[in-house]
């Protein structure tokens, strides 16, 4: 078999998992009963699927039933189902809006890359107007969405998701999948959907960010402490560095400095000092014109967000960790 899509499973029911089951069905150019399958892991829930439901297609399902341990253990289950040559994770409430996306893979596939980074597409709807728009996200690093990898590749590198993280948990995954290879690729042709959802915490919820940044620092920390132990010192540094400029500047944005969400800001604060008390050699030790690179980078893309001048310096914020 060429690819398998593996699909963690929790609350979500036939009716809500069955357009991206659908979106696999009517795929063109590939041959669905030999060289596609899926597999599907339920998260330790009672929302079973049932067998004469998945029989329903023409590409062979598994479908298989585990105790409830959060979606980078159920990514990782699905991972050791996998047979096929080269897998892709994709999540229930999502699907392929591109009749052709298979074609698309298969057509890269026959480049033998470890990994594929994809354009895809986000679907957004407006909280005031109900109105629908459709944004394409490139070369992203942070989402699961549109990433294929060589299941060998997988293996022999032993990259699998931190079971120790449930939210934010993309972006370790994927950082490892892309630095550890120099075989991977970037595709230009969108095929993934994120669908939108209406009970979605991380798409309706305006303070979610400020809710989850403690676990943003948890999934760098995760992946800088990752990276030292495999020896890859100058990309932990990259990270730390990012890391240390990114939640800099994020502090310095309204939202934060607004009173009424000094609950979060508290909270974040003190994970953050955590962090670089724990990395603060490797921040001291890097090059300031490094620094200076990776703080114009961060600092621009900040600054489209909405951030207004900073209202103290960095090194005056480190001083208080």
Not at 87 to 108: H, Q, S, T
Request: glycine share 4%.
């Amino acid at each position: 078999m060429t690819l398998q899509i593996l699909i963690p499973q929790y609350m979500e029911d036939e009716t809500i998992i069955k357009p991206l089951l659908d979106s696999i069905e009517i795929q063109q150019s590939v041959d669905l009963a030999n060289e596609v399958g899926a597999v599907i892991v339920n998260d330790g829930t009672d929302v079973h699927l049932s067998r004469e439901f998945l029989d329903g297609y023409t590409f062979p399902i598994e479908y298989h039933l585990h105790e409830h341990k959060g979606v980078s253990a159920t990514r990782n289950a699905c991972l050791d189902y996998a047979t096929a040559d080269y897998v892709m994770f994709c999540d229930a409430d999502d699907m392929f809006f591109n009749a052709c996306g298979l074609w698309i893979i298969f057509r890269e596939i026959k480049k033998e890359f470890d990994s594929m980074v994809s354009i895809f597409t986000e679907e957004v709807k407006s909280r005031e107007t109900g109105e629908i728009k459709y944004l394409n996200h490139e070369r992203d690093s942070v989402f699961v969405h549109g990433k294929v990898h060589k299941r060998q590749y997988l293996i022999d590198q032993n990259i699998r998701w931190n079971e120790s993280l449930t939210i934010h948990e993309d972006s370790y995954f994927n950082t490892l999948c892309q630095i550890l290879s120099n075989n991977v690729i970037y595709l230009a042709s969108p095929f993934y959907l994120w669908k939108w959802r209406d009970n979605s915490i991380c798409r309706h919820d305006k303070k979610y960010i400020l809710k989850t940044y403690c676990n943003l620092i948890d999934s760098n920390d995760a992946l800088v402490q990752e990276l030292l132990d495999r020896g890859v010192k100058d990309k932990a540094e990259m990270f730390v560095a990012t890391n240390v400029f990114n939640s800099y500047y994020t502090m310095n944005k309204e939202e934060w400095i607004n009173q009424d969400n000094k609950e979060y800001r508290d909270k974040t604060e003190e994970r953050f000092t955590e962090y670089y008390r724990k990395y603060k050699d490797i921040w001291d030790g890097m090059p300031q014109e490094t620094k200076m690179k990776i703080s114009t980078v961060v600092r621009n893309r900040m600054v489209i967000e909405g951030m207004p001048m900073e209202s103290i310096t960095i090194d005056e914020w480190l001083k208080r960790r």
